[in-house]
C-alpha cells in the first residue's frame, strides 16, 4: 500500500511539472512572460530541475528586461549543461544589457588544461564512465582467466592494461570535477545598486559600486558579510542579501 501511495505522488508530481512546463511554454509563445515566468517557478517549487527550464526562464526574464534574473538562470542553464550553443549565446546578449564592464581574465598554464578537458562531462558523467570500465575491466579478466590460447590471453591482458589507464583518467576526471563544481562558486548580483567594500562592515569608501547582473565568485562569508572575486580578479566584501548564488 505504501509502495502504491508513493508511486501516486511521484507521478502526480511528474504530470503537474509537466503541466507547469508546457503551460509555461504556451504562455511565452503567446508574449505573457509574467505569466510565463510564474507557471515555470511552479514547476521549480516541485523540485524538478533541468537545463531546459532554466533557459526558459532566462529567456522570459529577458522579454521582461530583468537583467540580473535573466543572466542567473542562463548560469544555472549552464551549469547541468555546460556546452549548450543557445545558453551561452543568450548569456551574452544578456551581458549586454549590464552597466558594469569588468574584464574577465582568462585562466593559463598546466591548469586550464587539465580544467579543459575534465569539463568536457559533468563529473556524474566521469562516473558513469568509471562504472562502465570498471565493468569492462571485470570481463576482460574473466577473459584471461579462462581462455585456454595464448594469443586470447595477450589480447585480454592488453585490454585490461588500455582499461586500467583510461579508467585511472576517468576517476580523477570525475574527483577534478567535483572538487571544482564544490569550491566555485558564483553568484549573480541582484540589487540595482551595491557596494563592494574592502572590509566586512558597514561605513566607510567603496571599492568599486557594482550593479545588478554582474557576475562574482564567493570565496568566504563572515556575518551577513560575503568576500567575493569579480571575472578581472579585484576581491573585496558585499552584503550576502545583495547575490543569489547559482549554485
Given at each position: 500500500?505504501?509502495?502504491?501511495?508513493?508511486?501516486?505522488?511521484?507521478?502526480?508530481?511528474?504530470?503537474?511539472?509537466?503541466?507547469?512546463?508546457?503551460?509555461?511554454?504556451?504562455?511565452?509563445?503567446?508574449?505573457?512572460?509574467?505569466?510565463?515566468?510564474?507557471?515555470?517557478?511552479?514547476?521549480?517549487?516541485?523540485?524538478?530541475?533541468?537545463?531546459?527550464?532554466?533557459?526558459?526562464?532566462?529567456?522570459?526574464?529577458?522579454?521582461?528586461?530583468?537583467?540580473?534574473?535573466?543572466?542567473?538562470?542562463?548560469?544555472?542553464?549552464?551549469?547541468?549543461?555546460?556546452?549548450?550553443?543557445?545558453?551561452?549565446?543568450?548569456?551574452?546578449?544578456?551581458?549586454?544589457?549590464?552597466?558594469?564592464?569588468?574584464?574577465?581574465?582568462?585562466?593559463?598554464?598546466?591548469?586550464?588544461?587539465?580544467?579543459?578537458?575534465?569539463?568536457?562531462?559533468?563529473?556524474?558523467?566521469?562516473?558513469?564512465?568509471?562504472?562502465?570500465?570498471?565493468?569492462?575491466f571485470l570481463f576482460l579478466f574473466i577473459g584471461y582467466?579462462?581462455?585456454?590460447?595464448?594469443?586470447?590471453?595477450?589480447?585480454?591482458?592488453?585490454?585490461?592494461?588500455?582499461?586500467?589507464?583510461?579508467?585511472?583518467?576517468?576517476?580523477?576526471?570525475?574527483?577534478?570535477?567535483?572538487?571544482?563544481?564544490?569550491?566555485?562558486?558564483?553568484?549573480?548580483?541582484?540589487?540595482?545598486?551595491?557596494?563592494?567594500?574592502?572590509?566586512?562592515?558597514?561605513?566607510?569608501?567603496?571599492?568599486?559600486?557594482?550593479?545588478?547582473?554582474?557576475?562574482?565568485?564567493?570565496?568566504?562569508?563572515?556575518?551577513?558579510?560575503?568576500?567575493?572575486?569579480?571575472?578581472?580578479?579585484?576581491?573585496?566584501?558585499?552584503?550576502?542579501?545583495?547575490?543569489?548564488?547559482?549554485?
Open positions: 500500500m505504501k509502495n502504491i501511495l508513493f508511486i501516486f505522488l511521484l507521478s502526480s508530481q511528474i504530470f503537474f511539472a509537466q503541466t507547469g512546463y508546457e503551460k509555461g511554454n504556451a504562455l511565452y509563445a503567446k508574449g505573457n512572460y509574467s505569466e510565463a515566468v510564474a507557471a515555470y517557478e511552479s514547476v521549480l517549487q516541485n523540485n524538478q530541475h533541468s537545463a531546459e527550464l532554466y533557459f526558459n526562464l532566462g529567456n522570459a526574464y529577458y522579454k521582461l528586461n530583468k537583467v540580473a534574473p535573466s543572466i542567473y538562470y542562463y548560469e544555472k542553464a549552464l551549469v547541468l549543461n555546460p556546452k549548450d550553443k543557445e545558453s551561452l549565446n543568450n548569456l551574452k546578449f544578456a551581458h549586454k544589457k549590464t552597466i558594469d564592464e569588468i574584464k574577465v581574465i582568462p585562466k593559463v598554464g598546466f591548469a586550464k588544461l587539465i580544467r579543459d578537458f575534465t569539463g568536457i562531462f559533468h563529473y556524474n558523467t566521469w562516473g558513469w564512465f568509471t562504472v562502465a570500465l570498471s565493468s569492462l582467466y579462462f581462455a585456454q590460447i595464448t594469443v586470447w590471453k595477450r589480447t585480454f591482458f592488453i585490454g585490461m592494461f588500455i582499461s586500467v589507464v583510461i579508467l585511472l583518467i576517468t576517476v580523477s576526471s570525475a574527483i577534478f570535477e567535483k572538487k571544482y563544481y564544490d569550491t566555485e562558486k558564483p553568484a549573480i548580483i541582484f540589487d540595482e545598486m551595491t557596494n563592494l567594500k574592502r572590509e566586512p562592515r558597514d561605513g566607510g569608501k567603496p571599492l568599486l559600486v557594482l550593479h545588478e547582473g554582474t557576475k562574482v565568485y564567493v570565496k568566504e562569508i563572515i556575518g551577513k558579510w560575503k568576500k567575493v572575486q569579480l571575472t578581472d580578479g579585484v576581491e573585496g566584501w558585499i552584503e550576502s542579501s545583495a547575490i543569489r548564488e547559482v549554485k
